[in-house]
Each structure stands twice: as structure tokens, then as C-alpha cells.
């Protein structure tokens, strides 16, 4: 089945500091690539998507491109700040005849950002 | 204003029994989602409804059941609760065809 792989759980950085956050993914046909963020308490806010290779997708100052030939959606970020600190989901969506689109989440990656 | 309500926010029940989670959205969306996210799993799909019809159910147990009574709302009913059940349940919503789905708040549900 489709999945999604984010291999740091927890990522430390300071102000101002590059992010990198990874994401894989394995799927049959040509899925869509989401990234969400999640602050505590509160549900998945959608922050972009890419439907198709080499697209960008960006929101925020984050972006992320599709790569088809590595299967990478991996989410990038020139400066962070302490507001960014939050949990950063990349999604897979494999869209249903006629219907919405069914969403497999990784597992997530907690950043948090010191002043 | 809030676009997506989830009715309770928080919500403690007994082994056995049985609850009704609600959801309602404004967003004008006719596909609505059920997920569920625990400490043991991440954010894991439960169910999709387009036009108020099942479209796909990734849940095991017959013990979840979607209730769909209008267009904007998509409850979820539980029964025999268990407290692997314990779990905090997002509603989301989309276009049809649409790929962006906007979550609600959450019901956190702990099950003793």
C-alpha cells in the first residue's frame, strides 16, 4: 500500500537556522504530496501541496519540491523561527474515483526552535 | 469563525459504552473524512464520505459507524468502547475532487 516515510522524529535548531525536514514516499501511480503542520491542541493545518514531478510547492517561507525519481517531497526552510516550532507532517494523497482523497500521513517531526 | 466544529472537545467514557462524536463544516466541502491519532500511531485514516454516501473504510471494527444526517455533517458512533479506542478523532473535510483537506479542532476521547 501507499506509505510515507520521515525519518527524524525531532528536529533542534536555533533562530535563524536551515531546516530540512525528509520525506519518502512509495505509491503506485502519480499521488499528490502534501505537507501540514500541527501546533499542540489543535488539528492538521494544510501548509501546500505538488500534484505532479518537479513541481514546487510553498507556503509561509516553506517549500518543498516533487521529485519522482528519488520519491522525495522533502521540506525546506531558509530561517526558522521560535514561531515555527511544531509538529510537520508530510501526507500522500491517492485520489479516489469521484471522491475526496485519501490522505496516508508519516509519522511526523516535532521542530523546535530556541530563541 | 471556526469553519470545522468537533463536538465535544474532550470526552471520558467507560469500557463498554458507547459515544457520538460530531462533526460540522462550513466550508462548503461535500467529501468529509474521519482520522484518528494516537501515541501509538500517527494520524491514521478512518473513513470518507462524498455526497453523503461511504466511499472508502479503513476501520477493522464494525464498531465505528459513520452517521451522516446532512450534507455538512459526518458523526462518528463508537460502541463496546475499549480503551485502545483512547485516541484523539480529527474530522476533515475537501472538494470532491480536491486534494487540500481542513481538519477540525479534535475530539480527545479516553476510554477507562
Known amino acids: 500500500g501507499d506509505s510515507v516515510t520521515q525519518t527524524e522524529g525531532q528536529v533542534a535548531l536555533s533562530e535563524e537556522d536551515f531546516l530540512t525536514i525528509h520525506c519518502n514516499y512509495s505509491?503506485?501511480?502519480?499521488?499528490?504530496l502534501f505537507w501540514y503542520v500541527q501546533y499542540p491542541g489543535e488539528g492538521p493545518q494544510f501548509l501546500f501541496r505538488?500534484?505532479?514531478?518537479?513541481e514546487k510547492g510553498s507556503s509561509r517561507g516553506f517549500e518543498a519540491t516533487y521529485n519522482k525519481e528519488t520519491t522525495s517531497f522533502h521540506l525546506q526552510k531558509a530561517s526558522v523561527q521560535e514561531s515555527d516550532s511544531a509538529v510537520y507532517y508530510c501526507a500522500l494523497g491517492a485520489m479516489q474515483q469521484g471522491t475526496g482523497s485519501k490522505l496516508s500521513f508519516g509519522k511526523g517531526a516535532k521542530l523546535t526552535v530556541s530563541p | 469563525d471556526p469553519k470545522i466544529i468537533q463536538k465535544p472537545k474532550y470526552l471520558v467514557a467507560v469500557t463498554g459504552s458507547e459515544k457520538i462524536l460530531i462533526c460540522e463544516q462550513y466550508l462548503g466541502h461535500n467529501a468529509m473524512y474521519w482520522y484518528r491519532q494516537s501515541a501509538k500511531k500517527p494520524l491514521e485514516f478512518m473513513f470518507s464520505?462524498?455526497?453523503?454516501?461511504?466511499?472508502d473504510n479503513q476501520t477493522a471494527s464494525s464498531r465505528f459507524q459513520p452517521q451522516s444526517s446532512k450534507k455538512n455533517h459526518l458523526d462518528l458512533q463508537i460502541t463496546a468502547l475499549k480503551p485502545d479506542d483512547s485516541a484523539t478523532y480529527f474530522c476533515?473535510?475537501?472538494?470532491?475532487?480536491?486534494?487540500?483537506?481542513?481538519f477540525g479542532p479534535g475530539t480527545r476521547l479516553t476510554v477507562l
Open positions: 476533515a473535510s475537501s472538494q470532491p475532487r480536491g486534494y487540500e483537506q481542513y
Open positions: 464520505y462524498s455526497y453523503q454516501k461511504l466511499m
Open positions: 505538488a500534484s505532479r514531478d518537479k
Open positions: 505509491a503506485s501511480g502519480y499521488p499528490a
